[in-house]
């Protein structure tokens, strides 16, 4: 009588969430440096173009046409547009606010998916986790609460992040089942590079060459990180690493000490606190509640 295969480790696949964590908040830093010397319709077609054209180069001589064979065009394309709306909401949160905070409300997500995935499954939501959301979402109040750098429309950015993040996410998740993680990846380049392209004629405008160095940057950043991050979901469940993602407010918080030389403030640091906090018990009660077989995929933008 066999005994059955041990689970593979969850390591590898841990290891590569972290790292394209660490990317996305180099990522991050990279465009609130960037939004002061160029348009955002600018940046972010750059973005795109970069992730369309080093996927084609990279993998259409190998895969040719099954590279473009995907069971769902339409959804590909609405992925790619929501993935565009976190990068222009992104754009805009860090360019009137810091990284370490703008990442700590973007990890409202995982608890917004929960609640939408709840939802569209019919699933009854516990109170506990009732109150695990509305925690998460006082933190993200306390961190642009009154007298701090967040003021007026500038604090519904990251908000509006969220919201298209976690619609991001739940395609990601449908796709991830039939689609490979190149093909994903090349769609959604190429959606946004011909989506931001559109209004690229209207907002065109001389660069300097560090505006254009920083442009390559966030392309590479931005490519790499969303690889290693699909990689990283095809080889262990959502649910081992959601709480992992909550090491991207670290990230963020000393890439913003080391290059913009900021600290949050003793009730920011509270406000982040909670959201991490709520985000990684959502994930313990989502996981303990729905069971393995349901789990959900939570990338990043």
């Given amino acids: 009588m066999s005994s059955a295969a041990p689970a593979p480790s969850p390591r590898p696949a841990i290891g590569l969430v972290i790292v394209a964590l660490a990317f996305f908040a180099a990522l991050d830093t990279a465009t609130k440096m960037v939004s002061t010397l160029a348009p955002m319709i600018m940046a972010v077609w750059f973005r795109y173009m970069f992730q ?3 996927t084609s180069v990279a993998l259409l001589p190998r895969q040719g046409r099954a590279l473009l064979r995907t069971r769902h065009p339409w959804l590909q394309a609405l992925r790619g547009a929501m993935l565009v709306g976190c990068s222009a909401f992104a754009f805009l949160s860090v360019k009137h606010m810091q990284v370490g905070e703008f990442t700590a409300i973007v990890m409202l997500t995982p608890l917004l998916i929960t609640l939408l995935a709840a939802h569209s499954l019919g699933e009854r939501i516990s109170a506990w986790r009732w109150g695990l959301v509305f925690g998460g979402f006082a933190g993200a109040l306390i961190i642009v609460r009154p007298g701090s750098e967040m ?151």
């Fill in 52 to 54: 369309a054209v080093s």
């Fill in 151 to 301: 003021l007026g429309v500038a604090a519904l950015y990251p908000l509006g992040l969220v919201a298209t993040n976690a619609a991001f996410q739940i395609l990601t998740a449908r796709l991830t089942r039939t689609d490979s993680a190149g093909t994903m990846h090349f769609y959604t380049g190429w959606v946004g590079t011909i989506a931001c392209g559109l209004f690229l004629p209207w907002h065109w405008q001389a660069l300097s060459l560090q505006a254009w160095l920083l442009l390559c940057l966030t392309g590479l950043l931005a490519s790499a990180g969303h690889l290693l991050l699909i990689q990283g979901y095809r080889r262990a469940p959502a649910g081992t690493l959601t709480p992992f993602l909550y090491f991207q407010i670290a990230f963020a918080t000393l890439a913003g000490w080391l290059v913009f030389q900021h600290a949050p403030d003793a009730a920011t640091w509270l406000g982040m606190l909670i959201i991490a906090v709520c985000g990684v018990g959502g994930t313990f009660l989502s996981s303990r509640e729905s069971g393995p077989s349901e789990e959900k995929n939570t990338a990043q933008p």
